[in-house]
């Protein structure tokens, strides 16, 4: 009796078979490429949407941390608007304020431009009108509280008042204040 040798040739019944396993294997080896692929791609997504996430947490920490400064910045030039009768005490306070500046620039807050700038409504917010103003309708002739930007988005928008023409009707310039509309001196 004689047996197969395992070198024996491969007759012309195993072939089919051979190239059948060979395209399941072929088939096998692209869904494990796809498969891998697909992950790449997941895993890039993911990376690029917590960069995304981490840039927008740490805005937020910025702002968070610059609106109350710029509550102190605003107290500290009232401080030194009502001036005092210690020369010492106003350079002290003054002291403060270019610090407190120098820290909201360090940490990317930049003031919006104010008096004599064309009003814009993303960043300022109108709270009055003057009709006498000797600049031209709508132009910011009064900062009542400053703007800031940071990184090229509104912090918070300067409160003004704006120049209007004194002919055609109330807002003769198109100009709709928020809060009522006053007058350059009232507050």
């Known amino acids: 009796m004689a047996e197969a040798s395992p070198d024996r040739e491969t007759t012309s019944t195993d072939v089919p078979t051979l190239e059948r396993r060979i395209a399941e294997l072929e088939q096998e080896v692209a869904e494990k490429r796809q498969a891998r692929l697909r992950a790449l791609a997941d895993f890039e997504n993911f990376r690029r949407r917590t960069e995304r996430e981490a840039g927008a947490a740490r805005r937020t920490g910025r702002r968070d941390v610059l609106l109350p400064l710029l509550d102190i910045l605003d107290n500290v030039e009232r401080a030194l608007a009502a001036g005092s009768t210690d020369p010492?005490?106003?350079?002290?306070?003054?002291?403060?304020?270019?610090?407190?500046?120098?820290?909201?620039?360090?940490?990317?807050?930049?003031?919006?431009?104010?008096?004599?700038?064309?009003?814009?409504?993303?960043?300022?917010?109108?709270?009055?009108?003057?009709?006498?103003?000797?600049?031209?309708?709508?132009?910011?002739?009064?900062?009542?509280?400053?703007?800031?930007?940071?990184?090229?988005?509104?912090?918070?928008?300067?409160?003004?008042?704006?120049?209007?023409?004194?002919?055609?009707?109330?807002?003769?310039?198109?100009?709709?204040?928020?809060?009522?509309?006053?007058?350059?001196?009232?507050?």
Request: charge should be positive.
């Open 88 to 187: 010492r005490c106003l350079r002290g306070v003054g002291a403060i304020r270019q610090q407190l500046r120098r820290t909201l620039s360090g940490l990317g807050a930049e003031p919006i431009p104010g008096v004599g700038s064309h009003f814009d409504p993303r960043i300022h917010e109108a709270i009055g009108t003057d009709p006498d103003a000797a600049q031209p309708p709508g132009t910011v002739v009064a900062e009542v509280r400053r703007g800031f930007l940071l990184d090229g988005e509104v912090l918070r928008p300067s409160q003004v008042v704006v120049a209007r023409s004194v002919t055609g009707g109330r807002h003769g310039d198109g100009l709709k204040p928020r809060g009522g509309e006053r007058k350059s001196g009232e507050a």
